[in-house]
Nanobody, 122 residues
Framework: QVQLVESGGGSVQAGGSLRLSCEASRYTPSSVYMAWFRQAPGKEREGVAA???????TYAASVKGRFTISRDNAQNTLYLQMNSLKPEDTSMYYC????????????????WGQGTQVTVSS
């Protein structure tokens, strides 16, 4: 059993930045595949960014160049640095992890966090 806890969400103006954090229990980020997803009201959950055990990353086209996923193995924490935020980035953001397979941006990870709200005003 892996527990994921997100933090760092909040309300910012368009063009601003936020850094989301996800702390994983039991497994360190280096020993598990991890990803960030988001889901807005009335919309399906979509993959935002994913990182493999070796540090390989992949991003959704809508956030490439603005968001950066990274991991701090010493603190067992996953991060999502979000820059140049847009109103359309407003969503609930979720951390996901899987000890066996890297699902890239597909929503099939075994473990999920409770989510943290990000609101971007224009």
């Amino acid at each position: 059993q892996v527990q994921l806890v997100e933090s760092g969400g909040g309300s910012v103006q368009a063009g601003g930045s936020l850094r989301l954090s996800c702390e994983a229990s039991r497994y360190t980020p280096s020993s598990v595949y991890m990803a960030w997803f988001r889901q807005a009201p009335g919309k399906e959950r979509e993959g935002v960014a994913a990182i493999g055990r070796g540090g390989s990353t992949t991003y959704a086209a809508s956030v490439k160049g603005r968001f950066t996923i990274s991991r701090d193995n010493a603190q067992n924490t996953l991060y999502l640095q979000m820059n140049s935020l847009k109103p359309e980035d407003t969503s609930m953001y979720y951390c996901a992890a899987d000890p066996d397979r890297w699902w890239l941006l597909l929503p099939h990870y075994k473990y999920w966090g409770q989510g943290t709200q990000v609101t971007v005003s224009s």
